[in-house]
């Protein structure tokens, strides 16, 4: 409902103030009234009106006096005034006019000018409001970090302001006629995950953060989006307005911490074990200088050289940015070396494994240090979700074309609901406390994957295998030196 429009009347006479009223209140104004200068001078400062209708003749403070003050007053100097008069000359016009009145009505009124003039005046003023407002919207937006969109109905994009069109690479001339998801397509934005965008562009229903990930390339950094669908503040607008924030580098910490869980988790556990065996060279029946002794020692000296080993390791790679960007190329013909070092780490059972014979003498456009946290991760998630902590994996690497490839894990676990597999790629998600009733673990393993393999311009996807206990999970990763597709296939 549109607010009334307030009119403030001044005037020393309670005769004047009445026939004002009587003409004005039929039209639905906010009437307020002041009885001389100083009056209105405080009642304009709280009410803000939107028209002051001004009897010139008063005493103390004279109308002209009070206009002058008006134009003075930062806050008031824009509100429009019209002055009452009963004289028609031009010198009083011409000194209304230098006081700053925007318009005269002489008495006595003429109904139908009286409306006339102050209709005019209140819409000219409501004109002039939204567009010193949409002038202030304007400057606020471009000057900001976020990016903002304005979607038709259609989908198109109508508005872009600078940060959207730097993020999305938008030409102001090609805005119009731009369809945001093709658009996006184009520039090989992915959407991210891809539960969160199936209503798109209705908002997103739950508590599953949309996401756009252009991945990393020669030339552009990784850019991670959160989009947003915030209510539209236009009247009469039925679109979408969206709001991009640049997330890449909380993302970035959060992959980091991760990455240093993962990596002091799987790689420390088994040599700290291996130095439990200097606490039986500390029992006071055992002879050192038996076989016993010396083969505890060299497995306690063995393990100490993998402990130093995997501390190094952690402290190389412990900005994870690393993972996407030192050392990404990783060779296909050592895939079944690290199937299988992953597997005895794990103590699983023997894996399955096929691999198409082209694949061999191919890379990969991915870190050798992030696809074994990738492995492990899922590894570990098809252990810790068997019945019996004893899974059966079979792992499958085949060309789905030119540009990429596909590693299929899958395990004979247990079957998921459709609410967990959309929930699983949710940050801090722990599956397990309905699986078990137990909580292990930060809930942070498939998000990660998520965003390494996203970040790598690739595609992951998780679900139940067909007619047999267990899932599986799908990873599209390019070959190395491939550069992004306009139209990278992805999984769905």
Not at 58 to 73: A, I, N, Q, T, W
Not at 451 to 462: F, N
């Amino acid at each position: 409902m549109q607010k009334k429009s307030c009119l403030l009347i001044v005037d020393d006479e309670d005769c004047g103030r009445s026939i004002l009223e009587i003409l004005l209140q039929p039209e639905n104004y906010q009437l307020e009234f002041a009885i001389n200068g100083e009056d209105a001078l405080q009642k304009a400062d709280e009410l803000l009106p939107d028209l002051i209708l001004l009897d010139i003749i008063m005493p103390r403070m004279d109308g002209f006096e009070v206009c002058k003050r008006l134009r003075e007053h930062p806050k008031l100097a824009e509100v429009p005034v019209i002055m009452l008069t009963a004289i028609s000359d031009r010198a009083t016009r011409l000194k209304g006019i230098n006081a700053g009145a925007d318009d005269f009505i002489t008495k006595p009124f003429d109904k139908l000018e009286l409306l006339a003039r102050v209709n005019t005046i209140i819409r000219l003023n409501r004109y002039r409001r939204l567009s010193t407002e949409r002038m202030r919207f304007d400057w606020v937006v471009e000057q900001s970090d976020d990016g903002y969109l304005l979607l038709s109905d259609g989908n198109f994009i109508k508005y872009a302001n600078s940060a959207a069109r730097l993020y999305l690479g938008l030409l102001t001339e090609n805005i119009a006629s731009t369809k945001f998801t093709e658009y996006l397509e184009i520039q090989n934005f992915k959407q991210e995950p891809t539960v969160a965008w199936e209503n798109w562009p209705k908002s997103n229903v739950g508590d599953i953060p949309r996401y756009l990930v252009r991945p990393e390339t020669q030339n552009s950094q990784l850019l991670w989006l959160q989009v947003y669908i915030l209510e539209s503040p236009f009247d009469n607008f039925s679109g979408q307005l969206v709001r991009l924030s640049d997330v890449s580098e909380q993302m970035n910490l959060q992959q980091q911490m991760w990455t240093f869980q993962s990596l002091v988790s799987h790689k420390l556990r088994a040599p700290l074990n291996g130095l439990i065996s200097l606490q039986l060279l500390d029992q006071k029946n055992i002879d050192l200088s038996s076989q016993k002794a010396h083969s505890l020692l060299n497995i306690a000296k063995d393990s100490a050289k993998r402990l130093q080993e995997q501390i190094l390791d952690i402290l190389r790679y412990l900005d994870s940015s690393q993972l996407l960007k030192n050392d990404n190329t990783f060779q296909l013909s050592e895939l079944p070396i690290l199937l299988n070092k992953i597997q005895a780490d794990l103590k699983l059972n023997p894996l399955s494994i096929h691999m198409d014979n082209d694949l061999v003498s191919k890379s990969i456009s991915f870190s050798s240090q992030g696809l074994e946290l990738i492995l492990h991760e899922s590894f570990t998630n098809s252990k810790k979700f068997h019945p019996n902590q004893s899974p059966t994996l079979e792992i499958s690497v085949t060309t789905l074309d030119n540009k990429t490839i596909l590693i299929s894990i899958s395990d004979d676990g247990k079957y998921m609901s459709n609410q967990e597999l959309n929930k699983v790629w949710t940050p801090y998600y722990q599956s397990e406390k309905y699986f078990t009733g137990e909580v292990k673990g930060m809930g942070l393993g498939l998000s990660m994957i998520a965003k390494l393999v996203s970040g790598s311009g690739g595609s992951y996807r998780l679900f139940n295998r067909d007619n047999t206990p267990g899932v599986t999970l799908e990873l599209l990763l390019p070959f190395e030196n491939c550069e992004f597709p306009q139209n990278t296939p992805t999984i769905t």
